[in-house]
Protein backbone atom coordinates (compact mmCIF):
# COMPACT_ATOMS: atom_id res chain seq x y z
CA UNK A 1 0.00 0.00 0.00
CA UNK A 2 3.01 2.14 0.95
CA UNK A 3 4.46 1.54 -2.68
CA UNK A 4 1.19 2.30 -4.40
CA UNK A 5 0.71 5.52 -2.20
CA UNK A 6 4.44 6.61 -3.22
CA UNK A 7 3.19 5.96 -6.89
CA UNK A 8 0.22 7.93 -6.93
CA UNK A 9 2.04 10.79 -4.91
CA UNK A 10 4.68 11.17 -7.96
CA UNK A 11 1.69 11.23 -10.10
CA UNK A 12 -0.58 13.89 -8.87
CA UNK A 13 2.32 16.11 -8.16
CA UNK A 14 4.62 15.22 -10.55
CA UNK A 15 4.44 18.77 -12.16
CA UNK A 16 5.26 20.64 -9.18
CA UNK A 17 8.69 18.32 -8.99
CA UNK A 18 9.76 19.23 -12.04
CA UNK A 19 10.23 22.43 -11.63
CA UNK A 20 8.81 25.78 -13.84
CA UNK A 21 10.68 27.01 -16.90
CA UNK A 22 12.24 30.03 -17.05
CA UNK A 23 9.90 30.81 -19.99
CA UNK A 24 6.25 31.58 -20.91
CA UNK A 25 4.62 32.52 -23.97
CA UNK A 26 1.94 34.86 -23.64
CA UNK A 27 -0.54 35.54 -26.16
CA UNK A 28 -1.85 39.05 -26.33
CA UNK A 29 -3.91 40.41 -29.19
CA UNK A 30 -4.28 43.12 -31.51
CA UNK A 31 -1.91 45.73 -31.72
CA UNK A 32 -3.14 49.15 -29.58
CA UNK A 33 -5.68 46.52 -27.73
CA UNK A 34 -6.04 46.40 -23.91
CA UNK A 35 -4.75 42.89 -24.39
CA UNK A 36 -1.08 44.43 -26.10
CA UNK A 37 -1.13 47.14 -23.16
CA UNK A 38 -1.46 44.59 -20.32
CA UNK A 39 1.68 42.30 -21.56
CA UNK A 40 4.66 44.09 -20.88
CA UNK A 41 3.04 44.67 -17.66
CA UNK A 42 2.98 40.98 -16.82
CA UNK A 43 6.26 40.94 -18.65
CA UNK A 44 8.27 43.08 -16.53
CA UNK A 45 6.60 41.66 -12.87
CA UNK A 46 7.59 38.32 -13.94
CA UNK A 47 11.48 39.47 -15.01
CA UNK A 48 11.58 39.73 -11.75
CA UNK A 49 11.56 37.22 -10.53
CA UNK A 50 13.57 35.72 -13.41
CA UNK A 51 10.91 34.50 -15.83
CA UNK A 52 11.37 35.41 -19.59
CA UNK A 53 7.92 36.18 -20.73
CA UNK A 54 7.61 35.89 -24.99
CA UNK A 55 4.27 38.21 -25.94
CA UNK A 56 2.92 37.26 -28.92
CA UNK A 57 0.82 39.48 -30.58
CA UNK A 58 -2.65 38.35 -32.01
CA UNK A 59 -5.68 38.62 -33.96
CA UNK A 60 -7.86 38.66 -30.81
CA UNK A 61 -9.48 36.25 -28.20
CA UNK A 62 -10.78 33.66 -30.77
CA UNK A 63 -7.44 33.42 -31.93
CA UNK A 64 -5.55 33.07 -28.66
CA UNK A 65 -7.78 30.65 -27.66
CA UNK A 66 -7.19 28.66 -30.86
CA UNK A 67 -3.32 29.28 -30.29
CA UNK A 68 -3.69 28.04 -26.43
CA UNK A 69 -5.42 24.66 -27.93
CA UNK A 70 -2.36 24.45 -30.73
CA UNK A 71 0.76 22.59 -29.12
CA UNK A 72 2.96 24.01 -31.47
CA UNK A 73 2.54 27.14 -30.43
CA UNK A 74 3.55 27.22 -27.17
CA UNK A 75 1.36 29.52 -26.05
CA UNK A 76 1.03 28.83 -21.58
CA UNK A 77 -1.13 32.03 -21.23
CA UNK A 78 -3.36 34.03 -22.97
CA UNK A 79 -6.60 36.71 -22.28
CA UNK A 80 -9.73 36.05 -23.79
CA UNK A 81 -13.33 37.38 -22.77
CA UNK A 82 -15.50 35.62 -21.21
CA UNK A 83 -18.76 33.56 -22.88
CA UNK A 84 -16.39 33.08 -26.61
CA UNK A 85 -15.05 29.52 -25.40
CA UNK A 86 -17.14 26.51 -26.81
CA UNK A 87 -17.27 23.39 -24.95
CA UNK A 88 -14.81 21.64 -27.30
CA UNK A 89 -12.41 24.67 -26.58
CA UNK A 90 -13.20 24.35 -22.56
CA UNK A 91 -11.34 21.31 -22.49
CA UNK A 92 -7.73 21.41 -21.40
CA UNK A 93 -7.62 24.54 -20.30
CA UNK A 94 -8.03 26.56 -17.10
CA UNK A 95 -8.69 30.09 -15.52
CA UNK A 96 -6.66 32.27 -13.43
CA UNK A 97 -9.90 34.11 -12.42
CA UNK A 98 -11.34 37.48 -14.64
CA UNK A 99 -9.26 40.86 -14.88
CA UNK A 100 -11.54 43.84 -15.90
CA UNK A 101 -14.70 45.04 -17.40
CA UNK A 102 -14.18 45.41 -20.91
CA UNK A 103 -17.83 47.59 -21.75
CA UNK A 104 -19.02 47.41 -25.66
CA UNK A 105 -18.75 50.56 -26.80
CA UNK A 106 -20.70 51.84 -29.70
CA UNK A 107 -19.52 55.53 -31.06
CA UNK A 108 -21.28 57.18 -33.84
CA UNK A 109 -21.04 60.33 -35.09
CA UNK A 110 -22.98 63.13 -33.95
CA UNK A 111 -26.62 62.37 -32.35
CA UNK A 112 -27.40 58.29 -31.64
CA UNK A 113 -30.82 57.66 -33.78
CA UNK A 114 -33.45 56.36 -32.48
CA UNK A 115 -34.17 52.76 -33.44
CA UNK A 116 -31.30 50.73 -31.51
CA UNK A 117 -29.02 48.41 -33.85
CA UNK A 118 -31.64 48.24 -36.56
CA UNK A 119 -30.84 52.38 -37.04
CA UNK A 120 -27.54 50.84 -38.48
CA UNK A 121 -28.80 49.07 -41.35
CA UNK A 122 -27.08 50.18 -44.74
CA UNK A 123 -24.71 51.84 -43.09
CA UNK A 124 -20.85 51.76 -42.48
CA UNK A 125 -20.12 50.04 -39.34
CA UNK A 126 -16.59 48.82 -37.96
CA UNK A 127 -16.61 45.59 -35.56
CA UNK A 128 -12.99 44.94 -35.42
CA UNK A 129 -11.46 42.02 -37.20
CA UNK A 130 -12.25 39.07 -37.16
CA UNK A 131 -10.79 36.57 -35.05
CA UNK A 132 -11.32 39.18 -31.89
CA UNK A 133 -13.49 39.48 -29.07
CA UNK A 134 -15.52 42.81 -30.90
CA UNK A 135 -16.45 41.14 -33.88
CA UNK A 136 -17.66 38.14 -31.65
CA UNK A 137 -19.86 39.51 -29.26
CA UNK A 138 -21.06 41.88 -32.11
CA UNK A 139 -22.22 39.30 -34.35
CA UNK A 140 -23.67 37.82 -31.17
CA UNK A 141 -25.44 41.12 -30.48
CA UNK A 142 -27.52 41.84 -33.98
CA UNK A 143 -28.15 37.70 -33.60
CA UNK A 144 -29.96 38.52 -30.43
CA UNK A 145 -31.78 41.81 -32.44
CA UNK A 146 -32.53 39.94 -35.21
CA UNK A 147 -30.89 41.89 -37.56
CA UNK A 148 -28.91 40.32 -40.53
CA UNK A 149 -24.98 41.25 -40.29
CA UNK A 150 -24.94 41.00 -44.40
CA UNK A 151 -27.82 44.34 -44.25
CA UNK A 152 -24.85 46.39 -42.75
CA UNK A 153 -21.42 47.64 -44.44
CA UNK A 154 -19.39 45.92 -42.13
CA UNK A 155 -15.91 46.83 -41.24
CA UNK A 156 -12.70 44.90 -39.33
CA UNK A 157 -10.64 48.38 -38.69
CA UNK A 158 -8.58 47.80 -35.73
CA UNK A 159 -9.00 49.98 -32.60
CA UNK A 160 -6.61 52.63 -33.71
CA UNK A 161 -7.76 53.02 -37.78
CA UNK A 162 -11.51 52.87 -36.67
CA UNK A 163 -10.99 56.14 -34.72
CA UNK A 164 -9.31 57.41 -37.15
CA UNK A 165 -11.86 56.31 -39.96
CA UNK A 166 -14.28 57.77 -37.58
CA UNK A 167 -12.70 60.90 -37.48
CA UNK A 168 -12.79 61.08 -41.60
CA UNK A 169 -16.33 60.40 -41.80
CA UNK A 170 -15.07 56.96 -43.49
CA UNK A 171 -17.21 55.25 -40.59
CA UNK A 172 -20.95 55.42 -39.67
CA UNK A 173 -20.28 53.96 -35.92
CA UNK A 174 -17.68 52.22 -34.62
CA UNK A 175 -18.23 49.30 -32.32
CA UNK A 176 -14.75 48.65 -29.78
CA UNK A 177 -14.94 45.98 -26.62
CA UNK A 178 -12.54 47.45 -24.15
CA UNK A 179 -11.53 49.06 -20.89
CA UNK A 180 -12.65 52.71 -19.91
CA UNK A 181 -8.57 53.24 -19.43
CA UNK A 182 -8.14 52.15 -23.43
CA UNK A 183 -6.20 55.63 -24.96
CA UNK A 184 -9.12 55.55 -27.87
CA UNK A 185 -12.26 55.22 -25.60
CA UNK A 186 -10.93 57.80 -23.85
CA UNK A 187 -10.23 60.11 -26.86
CA UNK A 188 -13.90 59.46 -28.51
CA UNK A 189 -15.79 60.05 -25.29
CA UNK A 190 -14.23 63.40 -25.12
CA UNK A 191 -14.44 64.10 -28.70
CA UNK A 192 -17.64 67.11 -28.93
CA UNK A 193 -18.22 65.74 -32.69
CA UNK A 194 -18.90 61.68 -31.50
CA UNK A 195 -21.56 60.12 -29.07
CA UNK A 196 -21.81 56.89 -27.24
CA UNK A 197 -24.89 54.65 -27.97
CA UNK A 198 -26.68 53.66 -24.83
CA UNK A 199 -27.98 50.28 -24.27
CA UNK A 200 -31.61 51.54 -22.48
CA UNK A 201 -32.60 47.32 -22.80
CA UNK A 202 -29.27 46.24 -20.62
CA UNK A 203 -30.85 44.31 -18.40
CA UNK A 204 -32.91 42.27 -20.58
CA UNK A 205 -29.11 41.31 -22.24
CA UNK A 206 -28.04 40.58 -19.20
CA UNK A 207 -30.48 38.27 -18.20
CA UNK A 208 -29.65 36.14 -21.85
CA UNK A 209 -26.29 36.35 -21.34
CA UNK A 210 -24.76 35.71 -17.90
CA UNK A 211 -21.50 36.73 -19.08
CA UNK A 212 -22.55 40.20 -19.15
CA UNK A 213 -22.49 42.97 -16.20
CA UNK A 214 -24.80 46.50 -16.79
CA UNK A 215 -22.70 49.31 -16.56
CA UNK A 216 -23.31 53.32 -16.18
CA UNK A 217 -20.60 55.52 -17.39
CA UNK A 218 -21.24 59.20 -15.87
CA UNK A 219 -22.34 62.10 -17.47
CA UNK A 220 -19.34 64.34 -17.79
CA UNK A 221 -16.46 61.87 -17.35
CA UNK A 222 -15.03 62.17 -20.48
CA UNK A 223 -14.94 65.74 -20.06
CA UNK A 224 -15.97 67.67 -17.12
CA UNK A 225 -15.53 71.20 -18.87
CA UNK A 226 -17.53 70.27 -22.17
CA UNK A 227 -19.72 67.87 -20.19
CA UNK A 228 -18.96 64.82 -21.95
CA UNK A 229 -20.77 62.80 -22.65
CA UNK A 230 -23.93 64.75 -21.70
CA UNK A 231 -25.85 61.90 -20.57
CA UNK A 232 -25.63 58.76 -18.39
CA UNK A 233 -25.06 55.98 -21.16
CA UNK A 234 -25.76 52.75 -19.85
CA UNK A 235 -23.53 49.84 -21.12
CA UNK A 236 -22.70 46.26 -21.30
CA UNK A 237 -19.43 44.51 -20.84
CA UNK A 238 -17.31 41.74 -20.64
CA UNK A 239 -15.09 40.26 -18.11
CA UNK A 240 -11.45 39.03 -19.79
CA UNK A 241 -10.08 35.82 -17.72
CA UNK A 242 -6.35 35.10 -18.21
CA UNK A 243 -6.73 31.42 -19.63
CA UNK A 244 -4.06 28.80 -18.95
CA UNK A 245 -3.11 25.52 -20.29
CA UNK A 246 -4.31 23.51 -17.31
CA UNK A 247 -0.44 21.31 -17.37
CA UNK A 248 0.92 24.70 -16.82
CA UNK A 249 3.52 25.14 -13.71
CA UNK A 250 1.88 25.95 -10.47
CA UNK A 251 4.84 27.99 -9.91
CA UNK A 252 3.86 30.00 -13.16
CA UNK A 253 0.76 30.30 -12.07
CA UNK A 254 0.86 31.71 -8.79
CA UNK A 255 3.64 34.10 -10.54
CA UNK A 256 0.49 34.91 -12.85
CA UNK A 257 -1.56 35.61 -10.13
CA UNK A 258 0.61 37.64 -8.03
CA UNK A 259 0.72 39.81 -11.33
CA UNK A 260 -2.78 40.00 -12.23
CA UNK A 261 -2.88 41.39 -8.26
CA UNK A 262 -0.09 44.23 -8.70
CA UNK A 263 -2.26 44.75 -12.26
CA UNK A 264 -5.88 44.56 -11.44
CA UNK A 265 -6.36 45.19 -7.97
CA UNK A 266 -6.84 49.21 -7.95
CA UNK A 267 -9.73 51.48 -8.07
CA UNK A 268 -11.27 52.45 -11.49
CA UNK A 269 -13.97 54.05 -12.80
CA UNK A 270 -16.33 50.96 -13.15
CA UNK A 271 -14.39 48.78 -9.99
CA UNK A 272 -13.49 49.64 -6.38
CA UNK A 273 -10.11 48.40 -4.89
CA UNK A 274 -9.83 44.78 -4.60
CA UNK A 275 -12.82 44.21 -7.40
CA UNK A 276 -10.03 42.56 -9.61
CA UNK A 277 -8.55 39.85 -10.44
CA UNK A 278 -11.61 37.53 -8.98
CA UNK A 279 -12.15 33.96 -8.51
CA UNK A 280 -14.75 33.83 -10.95
CA UNK A 281 -14.75 30.63 -13.34
CA UNK A 282 -16.86 32.27 -15.67
CA UNK A 283 -17.42 29.56 -18.77
CA UNK A 284 -14.06 28.13 -18.12
CA UNK A 285 -13.31 26.31 -14.54
CA UNK A 286 -10.51 27.87 -12.02
CA UNK A 287 -7.63 26.03 -11.78
CA UNK A 288 -6.93 24.41 -7.98
CA UNK A 289 -3.65 26.71 -7.54
CA UNK A 290 -6.01 29.66 -8.56
CA UNK A 291 -8.99 28.59 -6.42
CA UNK A 292 -6.28 28.09 -3.52
CA UNK A 293 -5.00 31.97 -4.04
CA UNK A 294 -8.37 33.24 -4.03
CA UNK A 295 -9.18 31.55 -1.04
CA UNK A 296 -6.08 31.87 1.15
CA UNK A 297 -3.30 33.30 -1.16
CA UNK A 298 -0.29 32.17 -2.17
CA UNK A 299 1.39 28.92 -0.24
CA UNK A 300 3.37 29.80 2.38
CA UNK A 301 6.73 28.78 0.90
CA UNK A 302 6.08 31.67 -1.67
CA UNK A 303 4.75 34.08 0.78
CA UNK A 304 8.02 33.55 2.91
CA UNK A 305 10.86 33.17 0.45
CA UNK A 306 12.40 34.42 -2.90
CA UNK A 307 11.10 33.04 -5.77
CA UNK A 308 13.68 30.20 -6.32
CA UNK A 309 14.17 29.44 -2.92
CA UNK A 310 10.61 28.06 -2.51
CA UNK A 311 10.72 26.55 -5.34
CA UNK A 312 13.53 24.57 -4.71
CA UNK A 313 12.02 23.62 -1.16
CA UNK A 314 8.50 22.82 -2.75
CA UNK A 315 10.45 20.23 -4.73
CA UNK A 316 12.32 19.05 -1.65
CA UNK A 317 9.33 18.70 0.13
CA UNK A 318 7.34 16.76 -2.97
CA UNK A 319 10.31 14.21 -3.45
CA UNK A 320 10.49 13.13 0.04
CA UNK A 321 6.41 13.42 0.57
CA UNK A 322 5.45 9.59 -0.85
CA UNK A 323 8.43 8.44 1.85
CA UNK A 324 5.77 9.71 4.32
CA UNK A 325 3.82 6.42 4.40
CA UNK A 326 7.10 4.21 4.40
CA UNK A 327 8.44 6.19 7.74
CA UNK A 328 5.16 5.99 9.35
CA UNK A 329 5.77 1.91 9.35
CA UNK A 330 8.52 2.41 10.04
CA UNK A 331 8.15 4.17 13.33
CA UNK A 332 5.22 1.98 14.08
CA UNK A 333 7.87 -1.20 14.03
CA UNK A 334 10.42 0.29 15.83
CA UNK A 335 7.28 0.82 18.48
CA UNK A 336 6.46 -2.24 18.20
CA UNK A 337 9.65 -4.31 17.92
CA UNK A 338 10.75 -4.16 21.71
CA UNK A 339 7.41 -5.69 22.69
CA UNK A 340 7.81 -8.42 20.32
CA UNK A 341 10.95 -8.85 21.33
CA UNK A 342 10.03 -9.15 25.36
CA UNK A 343 7.45 -11.65 24.78
CA UNK A 344 9.56 -14.24 22.51
CA UNK A 345 12.26 -14.02 25.12
CA UNK A 346 9.24 -14.62 27.90
CA UNK A 347 8.18 -17.35 25.84
CA UNK A 348 11.41 -19.00 25.74
CA UNK A 349 11.50 -18.73 29.59
CA UNK A 350 8.18 -20.36 29.82
CA UNK A 351 9.04 -22.79 27.36
CA UNK A 352 11.85 -23.95 30.02
CA UNK A 353 9.79 -24.04 32.95
CA UNK A 354 7.21 -26.47 30.98
CA UNK A 355 10.12 -28.68 30.57
CA UNK A 356 10.87 -28.14 34.35
CA UNK A 357 7.17 -29.62 35.29
CA UNK A 358 7.13 -32.59 32.90
CA UNK A 359 9.84 -33.60 34.78
CA UNK A 360 8.42 -32.94 38.03
CA UNK A 361 5.04 -34.64 36.81
CA UNK A 362 6.93 -37.70 35.96
CA UNK A 363 8.68 -37.84 39.60
CA UNK A 364 5.53 -37.48 41.11
CA UNK A 365 4.44 -40.75 38.95
CA UNK A 366 7.57 -42.52 41.31
CA UNK A 367 9.97 -42.73 38.78
CA UNK A 368 12.44 -44.90 39.23
CA UNK A 369 16.71 -46.48 37.92
CA UNK A 370 17.17 -45.80 34.26
CA UNK A 371 14.03 -43.59 34.19
CA UNK A 372 15.68 -41.41 37.09
CA UNK A 373 18.98 -41.12 35.22
CA UNK A 374 17.22 -40.08 31.97
CA UNK A 375 15.02 -36.72 34.41
CA UNK A 376 18.24 -36.34 35.48
CA UNK A 377 20.10 -35.76 32.00
CA UNK A 378 16.97 -33.53 31.05
CA UNK A 379 17.38 -31.39 34.35
CA UNK A 380 20.74 -30.92 33.12
CA UNK A 381 20.05 -30.13 29.72
CA UNK A 382 17.35 -27.58 30.97
CA UNK A 383 19.75 -26.11 32.99
CA UNK A 384 22.25 -25.61 29.82
CA UNK A 385 19.96 -24.30 27.61
CA UNK A 386 19.17 -21.65 31.14
CA UNK A 387 22.68 -20.74 31.32
CA UNK A 388 22.97 -19.82 27.52
CA UNK A 389 19.71 -17.72 27.40
CA UNK A 390 19.82 -13.40 27.44
CA UNK A 391 17.21 -11.35 28.12
CA UNK A 392 16.61 -8.33 28.89
CA UNK A 393 16.79 -6.37 32.01
CA UNK A 394 12.83 -6.70 32.84
CA UNK A 395 13.15 -10.66 32.43
CA UNK A 396 16.23 -10.62 34.31
CA UNK A 397 14.28 -11.51 38.01
CA UNK A 398 12.22 -13.98 35.85
CA UNK A 399 15.72 -16.08 34.96
CA UNK A 400 16.74 -16.42 38.02
CA UNK A 401 13.88 -17.92 39.61
CA UNK A 402 13.77 -20.29 36.42
CA UNK A 403 17.42 -21.20 37.66
CA UNK A 404 16.70 -21.34 40.81
CA UNK A 405 13.62 -24.04 40.28
CA UNK A 406 16.13 -25.86 38.05
CA UNK A 407 18.33 -26.13 41.23
CA UNK A 408 15.02 -27.29 43.23
CA UNK A 409 13.66 -29.96 40.68
CA UNK A 410 17.75 -31.38 40.44
CA UNK A 411 18.08 -31.71 44.05
CA UNK A 412 14.16 -33.47 44.07
CA UNK A 413 15.73 -36.14 41.29
CA UNK A 414 19.21 -36.47 43.33
CA UNK A 415 16.85 -37.13 46.07
CA UNK A 416 14.92 -39.36 45.04
CA UNK A 417 17.98 -41.56 42.92
CA UNK A 418 19.35 -41.93 46.27
CA UNK A 419 16.46 -43.38 48.09
CA UNK A 420 16.47 -46.06 45.24
CA UNK A 421 19.71 -46.63 45.84
CA UNK A 422 19.12 -47.30 49.61
CA UNK A 423 16.02 -49.36 49.44
CA UNK A 424 18.48 -51.44 46.61
CA UNK A 425 21.11 -52.15 48.81
Do not use: C
Not at 396 to 401: H, T
Amino acid sequence: MSAVAAVAALWVLGPRLAGPPRTLTLATGLEGGDYAALGPRYQTILARKGITVRLLPTGGDIDNLARLHDSASDVSAAFVLAGIATDAQKRGLASLGTLMYSPMWVFVRGEPKAGGLGAFIGQRVSIGPEGGGTHFQALRLLALNGVDPKSLQLKDFTPAEGAEALGRDELDALVLVASWESPVVQRLAAEPRVSLVSFPRADAYVARNPYLTKLVLPMGVGDLAKNLPRTDVTLIASQPSLLIREDLNPALQYLLLEAASEIHSGPALFQRAGRFPAGEAMDVPLSADARHFYKSGPPFLYRSFPFWLAVLLERLFILFLPLVPLLGLLYSALRVAPEVYLGAMQRRVLALYKELKLVEAELDGGAKGEHLARLAGRVVEVEARANRLRVPLQLSQNLYQLKAHILLVRARVAEDSAEVRNRTL
